[in-house]
């Protein structure tokens, strides 16, 4: 059974930095494009950034040069540094292969940026 467990949210004050940790179980992910999205209610979730099997990386225009994302084949897990942190990246954020599969997606982790 393949499990994603997100980790690593919490309350921060705008302008601080988060990292958010996702460790794959079930099934080894080397191959696949991981991605982390978010999601805030009433609203349909959203890719965020994505890394290839060869450390590629693309990411949503409303983060780039913000945050950073990364992987770690050895330990089936991804990770995204987020700095500079905005009110608008409130959210609860989820990691998924790309393009994401339903069956994946985990309890997710809650970022709230907040003064």
């Known amino acids: 059974q393949v499990q994603l467990v997100e980790s690593g949210g919490g309350l921060v004050q705008p302008g601080g930095s988060l990292r958010l940790s996702c460790v794959a179980s079930g099934r080894s992910f080397l191959i696949e494009t991981m991605g982390w999205y978010r999601q805030t209610p009433g609203k349909e979730r959203k890719l965020v950034a994505r890394?290839?099997?060869?450390?590629?990386?693309n990411y949503a225009d409303s983060v780039k040069g913000r945050f950073t994302i990364s992987r770690d084949n050895a330990k089936n897990a991804v990770y995204l540094q987020m700095n500079s942190l905005k009110a608008e990246d409130t959210a609860v954020y989820y990691c998924?292969?790309?393009?994401?599969?339903?069956?994946?997606w985990g309890q997710g982790t809650q970022v709230t940026v907040s003064s």
């Open positions: 998924n292969v790309w393009p994401a599969v339903r069956n994946y």
């Open positions: 890394v290839s099997s060869g450390g590629s990386t």
